[in-house]
Structure formats: C-alpha cells, structure tokens
C-alpha cells in the first residue's frame, strides 16, 4: 500500500514537471504538434521498467499524421504493475524538424507515475532530432493498475508505416 505522504509527494512532483517549462537559456521553442501514445502493460522491476507504445504525431499546421512505435525505459523506483494507458505530448521544436520522420530519434527526461486502480503520471522530455526536440506532457498520463514509478526516462521513437 502506498501511504499518504508519498502519494503526495508523487503528485506534487508529477505537477512541478507539468509545470516546468522545456526552455533552456540557450533555446527557445515553439510547438509543432500533438504526439499522442497507446501504452501497453509493463511491471515494474523495483529498479526500473520497460514499456513499448505506439505513438501518433499530428502538425499543428496541418500535413501528413507520423506514426511511430516506441520504447520508454525507466531507471529508478518502479513498483507495481500497470494494464497500459495513454499519453500526450505537446511537441516543441527549437529548429527546423524534418517533415518525416523528424521526432525520430532517443529523448531522456524525467517520470513519474502513481496508480491504485486508475492512476496518473507525467514525463518531460527532451532530445530527438540534432537534440532540437522537447516532449511537454499537455495532460497526464493515464492508466490502471497498482505502480509507483519515480525516475529517469529513455524514449526512443522510430517511425512507422
């Protein structure tokens, strides 16, 4: 069971990264799209997790929707297990992106997730094409299952037909 204070914790650090903008002092950035993902099951191995997804990049401006498949790994606490879920990224660029395939590429940022039934988490992340790429959760990570995962993210996306 999961106590109060650490399901609070978990909560205030998943709204910090919500809140806490990809810019640097180097690099402005600008949104391109919606990046939205299907995730499937993964179990937690204490010190870290595996999970694949399947990935939808839609332009702001219009153009052709990128399909991509993915892998997330986590490195850190990762209890529990989970029956999969949903994710959205705002995706904000700091130079010109290729038009296909252009978020293909590994991201590392932070993550957070805590589930009792349904639950919630956030990853923020940056890298991608020439490290041009940030990954700004726009909503929270939904899912189902008993977890609590706090750590370091990898995110390597390919595209897809």
């Known amino acids: 069971m999961i106590s109060k204070s650490c399901a609070r914790y978990v909560v205030g650090w998943i709204l910090l990264s919500l809140l806490a903008g990809p810019a640097t002092a180097q690099q402005q950035y600008s949104r391109s799209g919606l990046l939205s993902c299907a995730m499937a099951p993964t179990i937690g191995l204490i010190v870290g997790s595996r ?5 939808q990049f839609t332009p702001d401006r219009g153009g052709i929707t990128e399909r991509y498949a993915g892998v997330i790994n986590r490195i850190g606490l990762d209890l529990g297990v989970t029956a999969g879920g949903a994710m959205g990224w705002a995706v904000l660029t700091s130079a010109e992106v290729p ?17 009792l039934g349904v639950g919630v988490g956030a990853n923020v992340m940056f890298g991608g094409s020439n490290k041009s790429v940030a990954l700004q959760p726009i909503s929270v990570e939904g899912q189902v299952g008993v977890n609590l995962a706090l750590g370091i993210a990898n995110l390597q996306l390919r595209p897809t037909l």
């Open 51 to 55: 999970q694949t997804m399947t990935c």
């Open 99 to 115: 038009a296909q395939g252009g978020l293909a590429g590994t991201y590392v940022g932070a993550s957070g997730d805590i589930s």
